[in-house]
């Protein structure tokens, strides 16, 4: 077939999704192994869909690792301490590795109860727009700040793109080791850069 994905979590729409969640935020019933696999499972149950989408969010992988964000509703993510400077960059590569065990086990549970006939597909963010959200902080419309550390710190920024790669990388690895049957990376913001920046500062 054709894959087509209308929606990457379509199931936020639904109700059961918003009873079971509850006063849960985002961030943590992505780590609640139980509760992201019953939110994973729930759009499959109710629309019958090829596929399940694992529900986590590209800021996971940033938790697990130690970086302080939220998702704001009507905002979308916050970064306590955005990432600005060499110094900055320094702090966060010096991170320990994340532990992802938690999503390891949700994709079990819900790659269990999908059986053989529909599987599991799972994502993280690719390392610009994980790392422009970390220098804006937060959405923005141009990511003026990621593009002006590329020219002014390209090696601060080259080191920061490189962590968010090994981190978003780690997090795909993990989700294909507990039995995704695919993955893939989300690049929302690529669009901000030229040809040239995304080809110098993204894909080398």
């Not at 696999?37 to 499959?44: C, K, S, Y």
């Not at 596929?51 to 916050?78: E, H, K, N």
């Not at 991170?95 to 079990?108: F, G, Y």
């Amino acid at each position: 077939r054709l894959p087509v994905w209308f929606m990457r979590q379509a199931g936020r729409s639904l109700p059961e999704y918003r009873e079971v969640r509850g006063e849960t935020t985002i961030l943590e019933a992505c780590l609640i192994p139980e509760l992201a696999a019953e939110i994973t499972l729930q759009p499959v149950r109710r629309h019958k869909v090829d596929a399940a989408i694992f529900f986590s969010d590209i800021m996971t992988p940033l938790v697990l690792a130690g970086v302080g964000v939220d998702i704001v509703s009507g905002i979308g993510p916050l970064i306590d301490e955005p990432v600005r400077t060499a110094a900055d960059v320094d702090r966060v590569v010096g991170l320990v590795d994340m532990d992802p065990s938690a999503i390891q086990e949700a994709v079990r549970i819900a790659v269990a109860e999908l059986g053989e006939e529909t599987p599991l597909i799972g994502f993280a963010g690719a390392p610009f727009t994980v790392a422009a959200y970390m220098v804006e902080g937060g959405p923005s419309r141009d990511h003026l700040l990621p593009r002006t550390m590329m020219h002014a710190d390209p090696a601060a920024w080259r080191a920061l793109a490189e962590w968010a790669a090994r981190t978003s990388g780690a997090f795909l690895r993990a989700q294909v080791e507990a039995g995704a049957s695919a993955v893939q990376l989300f690049d929302s913001w690529a669009g901000s850069l030229s040809l040239a920046d995304y080809s110098a500062h993204v894909v080398e």
